[in-house]
């Protein structure tokens, strides 16, 4: 593989074709430093035989078993990675070297990282990857290389709207360290029209779709609207999924027969957003105005956002909800930046990043119009933002609630759909969780750890430990201190004489190492060549 990272010096060692560790065995990894957008496809990655993150502080993304309680920073540490794993942790603190217990670590290549955090690499539990006539012939490359430049390692697609067989060889590939791409779950969406028989309208019939899905190459089902909500249908597509070991069943529960006790005792792995949850503590229906209509994504939004505070009059029943939810082991994934736009329209459509970073295309469908779900702001009101601004406040207290009484929850961005892109809502999503009432540290446990756990990944993706798969990130910043530390091109000091700093630098996936701020400005290369 041909190498191009902007450094002399990797270049030299690779570019006649030898082992990095018989050409130089002390190369330092250097990112590329200039700004100017690079052509897609310029960066590819290192797979040194061992690897050292050398001198940086460690979150490990772990914590106390069946709690939220994370464990604090170590640093500096020198973490060795060979052939994808994690297989040495040396302190070298002053404490440590003094005690002569301590060495510092060699390797083929040296990334380092003094002044720096060292991550476990960050989950998306809800991304849309997306379709290859969304943007352009090389939309699923420019998402990919906006996911890792922010330090996402892991996809959970919720829908594979890319196509199953398209997207089935692209996590191939992945798999394969043959293309830049994180580590890819697809689920496939459950068919949501109530038209076609034989589309999963019995339980009978969910059975062989479930199946059918499996054979086609999919790792689990989304379902979120259509005959999928049927209680019975539900809960087949659950057991299928479970019988066949696939992941199971993501679910969004919208406005429908089922709710978050539904789902939750039929067995789903996750429930997605927070449909469901408040509408399952109501005695009766939501006080909808009598000409709702529930087609009209204007109206349900709008009503949407008037429902926790009708079930927040409830609040035993709600304890009882979450509490079920809880028992059953049924993960929560709110994805709150993802309806950020109801609190206040201007600012979302007004984020600094997306004349850089947003496809042309992906803004036209930003555009509120009739045809194109979720961009119903045509009329938003202050009365609505007030509305959803109060939903919010109700809605976090529930999830910390949840979380506090040692619920399962995920982190997922739902970017690809809304005023949301593909990395920068991730790291949103980071900060709303911490504004939610959780300390950073655990969000970054529910990040990573608590991720892995509800994709059933956690035996390998087991944040940073000795025999854990190598999914780091290398972070110019102290997250912890501040989340925003990990946006991308330029945007963690927005506005200051700091701006260019911060950002995730390195970005590993298995072993294999990105530069990730070259991969943004390949997506900003990418963007502009859309405009013209």
Request: hydrophobic letters at 40%.
């Amino acid at each position: 593989m041909l190498i191009r990272f902007a450094v002399t010096l990797l270049a030299a060692a690779f570019g006649a074709g030898l082992p990095l560790a018989i050409a130089n065995a002390q190369t330092i990894a250097q990112p590329a430093t200039s700004d100017v957008p690079i052509p897609l496809g310029t960066t590819e990655s290192l797979r040194p035989d061992r690897l050292v993150i050398r001198g940086g502080v460690m979150v490990s993304g772990r914590g106390t078993p069946g709690t939220g309680r994370a464990a604090p920073p170590e640093g500096p540490v020198d973490i060795v990675v060979e052939n994808g794993r994690i297989v040495d942790i040396i302190p070298i603190d002053p404490v440590s070297v003094a005690s002569g217990l301590s060495e510092q670590a060699t390797g083929d290549l040296i990334i380092d990282a003094t002044g720096k955090y060292v991550l476990p690499g960050l989950f998306d539990l809800h991304a849309h990857i997306p379709a290859i006539d969304r943007a352009g012939d090389d939309a699923i490359a420019y998402s990919f290389r906006l996911w890792l430049g922010h330090g996402v390692t892991t996809l959970r697609d919720a829908g594979t709207g890319a196509g199953l067989e398209r997207m089935t060889e692209q996590r191939r590939l992945s798999e394969a360290h043959q293309i830049v791409a994180p580590r890819i779950r697809l689920h496939k969406r459950w068919p949501n029209t109530g038209r076609v028989g034989g589309a999963g309208h019995t339980p009978d019939e969910a059975r062989r779709l479930v199946r059918e899905f499996r054979d086609q190459g999919a790792d689990g089902i989304k379902v979120s609207h259509g005959p999928g909500h049927y209680p019975d249908v539900l809960a087949a597509i659950a057991d299928e999924a479970a019988e066949l070991e696939m992941d199971g069943v993501m679910v969004d529960l919208k406005v429908s027969e089922t709710d978050a006790r539904i789902a939750s005792e039929a067995g789903v792995v996750s429930i997605e957003h927070w449909y469901g949850v408040p509408d399952a503590a109501l005695p009766g229906t939501q006080n909808f105005p009598t000409d709702y209509n529930y087609l009209d994504e204007l109206v349900r939004f709008r009503l949407a956002g008037y429902l926790w505070k009708e079930a927040v009059e409830y609040p035993d029943a709600l304890s009882d909800v979450i509490d079920g939810m809880i028992e059953e082991g049924t993960a929560w994934v709110p994805t709150f930046q993802i309806y950020e736009a109801n609190l206040d329209f201007m600012r979302v459509v007004t984020l600094p990043w997306r004349d850089r970073f947003v496809h042309p295309a992906i803004l036209e469908e930003w555009r509120p119009q009739a045809g194109v779900h979720a961009s119903f702001h045509s009329e938003w009101k202050t009365a609505d933002e007030i509305a959803w601004k109060e939903n919010y406040r109700h809605w976090m207290k529930w999830v910390y609630e949840f979380w506090s009484r040692g619920g399962l929850l995920g982190l997922g961005s739902d970017s690809g759909s809304q005023q949301s892109l593909y990395g920068f809502g991730l790291v949103r999503e980071l900060e709303l969780m911490q504004q939610a009432g959780i300390h950073p540290l655990d969000v970054i446990k529910i990040a990573t750890t608590n991720s892995a756990k509800v994709m059933g990944l956690e035996e390998d993706l087991c944040g940073i430990r000795f025999g854990c798969v190598a999914d780091l990130i290398v972070v110019d910043g102290n997250p912890i201190d501040n989340f925003k530390v990990l946006y991308g091109g330029g945007f963690a000091y927005y506005g200051t004489d700091r701006e260019g700093e911060g950002g995730v630098v390195w970005t590993i996936k298995d072993g294999e190492v990105f530069d990730a701020q070259a991969l943004l400005r390949e997506a900003e290369w990418y963007v502009e060549q859309g405009r013209q």
